[in-house]
């Protein structure tokens, strides 16, 4: 098995493994009370046999979430930034004080279902092979969150994704290398990589790779994480034998600079961590010449103007996730 130099967790490793402590959920908030009181009610609504302890990290939020958070739900373990420290710093921060056998990286802008626990528990404690798991993941409209179910974004994947051929081709693995979108999503199977939104990871695992690499500030931190829990010789697997709600931002065109520019980054820092070096020159250059289209492409996006839309459509777009835009996908 190999052995990584990322982030270590030592508070993790120096648990007791006897702890009665089932799961820990580790959920990542940043101005985004009102979602993560809904994902608490849901997480709480939990039909379960195990043990699990939520802890809350919040990235200095302007919208009294601690004091909510705090009053609503007592029980939950918070932990106050004094300023926004991240995605991965953040759950990093939440690992190292956290007691399960497993922990739960579970955004803010997710509602779980009551079973939810109980399924993804069981499975992963049937099958002590796997390092990693992650249940089905649904949009608002009922469609699937695509991220739930990835291969790893090599040249080849990135290529075919990007420009469109997995959506000419979606019947063929060849094209659909990142997205699988060949493969049924009712179906459970192997995958390369899951989404942050819902990862569900064993003690172990995390002892051996360890955290999550503080190097992405949002954003490529999950797929750096599968990818180092593969190579250490773990399976990661997809179940959707039960399912959350994700209230991604996706409606939004308009995005902050700094989500852009960290969404493209963490391509470059993913690329340069684990493909620079089994690829020539050319084919580096290639991909960091595109990266840099892409994000020059998505800034002119961004500063056309929004076509406009009736009242009831902007209310609903900017309560569902305008709010969500600038959290969980910054990554709370």
Request: aromatic share 12%; hydrophobic share 35%; net charge neutral.
């Amino acid at each position: 098995m190999i052995h990584t130099t990322d982030t270590s967790l030592t508070e993790v490793s120096n648990i007791n493994k006897k702890s009665e402590m089932d799961v820990s959920i580790i959920i990542v908030n940043y101005n985004t009370r009102q979602l993560t009181l809904d994902c608490l009610a849901s997480v709480y609504a939990s039909k379960t046999s195990y043990q699990f302890e939520i802890i809350v990290v919040d990235n200095a939020s302007r919208d009294d979430s601690v004091q909510a958070i705090q009053t609503m739900y007592p029980g939950v373990r918070m932990i106050a930034n004094s300023d926004n420290t991240g995605f991965a710093v953040a759950n990093n921060q939440g690992m190292d004080v956290a007691s399960g056998r497993y922990m739960l990286l579970l955004n803010s802008d997710t509602v779980v279902q009551p079973d939810t626990l109980q399924t993804m528990i069981s499975f992963m404690d049937r099958h002590p092979e796997m390092g990693a798991s992650g249940c089905k993941v649904i949009l608002p409209d009922g469609s699937l969150d695509k991220a739930c179910k990835r291969g790893f974004p090599t040249p080849s994947a990135s290529f075919y994704y990007a420009f469109g051929l997995s959506r000419l081709f979606p019947d063929l693995p060849k094209f659909n290398q990142y997205q699988l979108g060949h493969l049924s999503p009712d179906d459970e199977y192997p995958v390369d990589c899951l989404v942050g939104a819902f990862m569900l990871v064993r003690r172990e695992a995390i002892n051996q790779v360890g955290g999550l690499d503080e190097t992405f500030f949002m954003y490529g931190e999950d797929i750096d994480w599968c990818y180092r829990i593969k190579e250490a010789g773990w399976g990661i697997y997809y179940y959707p034998r039960t399912y959350i709600v994700h209230y991604k931002g996706g409606s939004a065109r308009r995005k902050p600079l700094k989500i852009t520019y960290e969404f493209h980054r963490a391509m470059w820092v993913f690329h340069r961590k684990h493909y620079a070096k089994k690829y020539n020159l050319l084919m580096n250059s290639a991909v960091y010449m595109g990266i840099s289209l892409k994000f020059t492409l998505s800034l002119v996006r961004s500063w056309l103007p929004l076509p406009s839309r009736s009242k009831k459509s902007t209310i609903s777009t900017t309560h569902t996730r305008t709010e969500n835009e600038v959290s969980s996908e910054v990554k709370s």
